[in-house]
């Protein structure tokens, strides 16, 4: 009975962490450090997703193969069993009939003593928000360890949410904007060359840290992703949209380089950073603040201008309807006025 209740306890701490919300790191860091407690794993990784694309960023990770960061996200997109966006809550790799049908597993992990992973979607009706997965070299998670994890995606995918939610602020005056900018990756997500600003654009942005690659996850991702659509694992495009900073959002984007000799497998790969538009800062943001998709749409409008007169004509709705449309959007958004919704939409 002593597990049951510890499990029960550790629910209502991770419930109060995910209400209590913040920054996407912290709160990532916060929520291991409690799973750890809970349940013990010996390497991690935490992604943040696309809503729409389920293309991974931003991770907060410790996993025994750093240095082969390149390989093991391929490997990653590459295999079906497992996949995040195949999952619906929480699967166990000692669960499979045979653990070497995952690629991962098989071609990489296996060699770093991996026993078994622990893997967790966060998704909601709003999208994707985020995966993880818990690694044990010694043993496996067991079936209440599993229902544990299981009762923990429902608040910590609203918390993942609410936190991208949070990033949309007003771009202070005078803030950077980027190039484009370019990486060239081989077929097998080497770095072949870069635009001349790459490196120090995102250098400034994300600071390297000790033992980290230079190249930031995200751009791996978005590749790995378009290897994964090449290979018929998955269809969503190889692009995701990123916070980095100060409000700033960047768009993602892989695609193979030249025609179609030689192969497409053997072309290098072409990962295009740029800040995101704002049609698709608009279809985040609505998402991550829980609009409707008659909200979404009216938000749409509204960046583009008029009165409620002609939003009402546009939508085919009575201007009192619009207006009780607009102050749902505005509770849902923290916001109080049309001027001040589309400068956190818009980021200006």
């Not at 410790?62 to 295999?79: F, G, I, N, Q």
């Not at 080497?190 to 994300?206: C, G, H």
């Not at 269809?235 to 700033?248: I, K, M």
Request: proline share 7%.
């Amino acid at each position: 009975m002593a597990v049951p209740v510890a499990y029960a306890r550790s629910h209502e701490r991770v419930v109060r962490l995910c209400e209590a919300g913040g920054d996407s790191r912290e709160l990532r860091v916060r929520l291991l450090d409690e799973l750890r407690t809970a349940t013990g794993f010996d390497a991690y990784a935490f992604l943040l997703t696309d809503p729409e694309t389920a293309v991974g960023s931003s991770p907060v990770a410790d996993v025994p193969c750093l240095p082969e960061l390149p390989r093991m996200t391929r490997l990653k997109y590459l295999s079906a069993i497992g996949r995040w966006t195949a999952l619906d809550g929480i699967a166990l790799l000692s669960e499979l009939p045979d653990r070497s049908g995952s690629l991962l597993w098989r071609e990489l992990l296996h060699g770093y003593g991996v026993r078994d992973i622990a893997s967790m979607v966060f998704r909601d009706r709003f999208g994707c928000w985020g995966f993880l997965d818990l690694y044990r070299y010694d043993g496996g998670f067991s079936a209440a360890e599993a229902e544990y994890l299981a009762r923990l995606t429902a608040p910590v995918t609203a918390a993942l949410r609410r936190s991208q939610a949070e990033t949309f602020v007003v771009r202070p005056s005078g803030a950077p904007r980027p190039g484009p900018l370019v990486l060239l990756l081989s077929p097998d997500l080497r770095v072949l060359a870069r635009t001349p600003e790459t490196y120090a654009y995102l250098s400034l942005l994300v600071p390297p840290e000790h033992a980290r690659p230079e190249v930031p996850a995200s751009a791996y991702d978005v590749a790995a992703q378009l290897l994964a659509v090449e290979a018929g694992v998955d269809a969503h495009p190889p692009r995701s949209r990123v916070h980095l900073a100060d409000g700033l959002w960047l768009t993602l984007s892989a695609a193979r380089i030249g025609d179609a000799a030689p192969p497409a497998r053997r072309r290098a790969i072409a990962v295009t950073i740029e800040e995101t538009s704002p049609a698709e800062r608009l279809t985040v943001f609505a998402r991550a603040h829980a609009l409707s998709p008659r909200e979404s749409v009216l938000l749409g409008h509204l960046a583009k201008g008029g009165d409620s007169h002609e939003l009402a004509d546009r939508m085919s709705l009575s201007e009192h309807t619009v207006q009780d449309h607009l102050k749902s959007i505005f509770a849902k958004t923290s916001t109080n006025n049309r001027g001040m919704l589309l400068a956190r939409a818009l980021g200006a």
